[in-house]
């Protein structure tokens, strides 16, 4: 059984910060990337960012200065900072994880909205 538990989420102004968090507990073994896509209504699912075990990143461009993404391989957790938060990243949020022999998993997602 493997699950991924997604935390962070909530309600925040234009501008401001939030943190995800993901971790993956289970019969889950040979991680090599870990990430965030999200989902905006009636939007289809899209890349936010992603870090593999070496720590190479991939951003959206959307997001490219603004959020960071980090993890603890050790811990197989995935953290992401979401800096000057704009209206347009209201989503739902979804943490992905890929292993070898390639299998993927997603996690059930967390709400993220940004409103004054």
């Known amino acids: 059984q493997v699950q991924l538990v997604e935390s962070g989420g909530g309600l925040v102004q234009p501008g401001g910060s939030l943190r995800l968090s993901c971790a993956a507990s289970g019969s889950i073994f040979n991680i090599v990337r870990m990430g965030w896509y999200r989902q905006a209504p009636g939007k289809q699912r899209e890349l936010v960012a992603t870090i593999t075990t070496s720590g190479t990143t991939d951003f959206a461009d959307s997001v490219k200065g603004r959020f960071t993404i980090s993890r603890d391989n050790a811990k197989d957790t995935v953290w992401l900072q979401m800096n000057s938060l704009k209206p347009e990243d209201t989503a739902v949020y979804f943490c992905?994880?890929?292993?070898?022999?390639?299998?993927?998993?997603w996690g059930q997602g967390t709400q993220v909205t940004v409103s004054s």
């Open positions: 992905k994880v890929s292993v070898l022999p390639l299998r993927i998993y």
